[in-house]
């Protein structure tokens, strides 16, 4: 079974400073990785995704995540935060194999960016 | 272009009640997908539909029913509402059920809905 574990449920930066929110996964076979964000009280947003290739993915609003295939992460990360960055972030897996095609998501990390 | 919509927005139900919760895109997608997202845990699949004329099980089917209208319109019935069944609702498309599971998946606003 696909599963995805983000071991921070908030994570506090200071406007400017680069920041960092934490994705693992587990599958037994090769997975596609994404990162969604959800703003309060809208649906989720779709950031970036990693299929193949590069396993730097650069996506909207200036955010990029590094896949690292040996250490099973998806780490999201920005240079510089801005404020409005603050939002629910949601790492989600789909192993590339089988039938379902199901996104099996993390259970978020809050970040709020303090001005 | 709206994207996805549901509705409605917000519920209150009493349990033992009805009710159908809408999504319609706009973006000629195949898939549709209903998720109800609750506190700590993500967001679950509840039923999902490949391509108009199919739906399956995810992972939290019990409860509840869906109807794929057409290739735009999914919806989601609860039969007699329970108080385990409040939850946020989403409604996502997604352009092809493919054979990678590559497919961006767009979400609409949510509903809310409260059983006392």
């Known amino acids: 079974a696909q599963s995805v574990a983000q071991p921070e449920d908030q994570v506090n930066v200071a406007e400017g400073n680069p920041l960092t929110v934490k994705c693992t996964y587990s599958v037994s076979g090769n997975p596609y990785l994404f990162w969604y964000v959800q703003y309060p009280n809208r649906g989720l947003q779709f950031l970036l995704k990693y299929i193949t290739g590069d396993n730097l993915v650069k996506g909207s609003y200036g955010f990029e995540a590094e896949f690292n295939k040996s250490q099973t992460s998806f780490h999201l990360k920005k240079p510089s935060a801005l404020v409005s960055d603050s939002a629910l972030y949601f790492c989600a897996v789909v192993l590339s194999s089988g039938s379902a095609r199901q996104l099996t998501f993390g259970s978020g990390t809050q970040l709020t960016v303090l001005p | 272009n709206a994207g996805v919509t549901q509705t409605p927005k917000f519920q209150v139900l009493k349990t033992g009640q009805s009710m159908t919760l809408q999504c319609a895109q706009d973006m000629n997608h195949n898939s549709m997908y209903w998720y109800r997202q609750d506190p700590g845990m993500g967001l679950r699949l509840i039923y999902y539909?490949?391509?108009?004329?199919?739906?399956d099980k995810g992972e939290v089917p019990n409860g509840y029913n869906v109807s794929r209208l057409n290739k735009r319109e999914f919806s989601l019935r609860l039969e007699s509402a329970a108080p385990s069944q409040t939850s946020v609702y989403f409604c996502?498309?997604?352009?092809?059920?493919?054979?990678?599971?590559?497919?961006?998946?767009?979400f609409g606003p949510g509903t809310r809905l409260l059983v006392l």
């Open positions: 996502a498309s997604s352009a092809y059920w493919t054979s990678g599971g590559q497919e961006t998946q767009y």
């Open positions: 539909s490949a391509s108009e004329g199919t739906t």
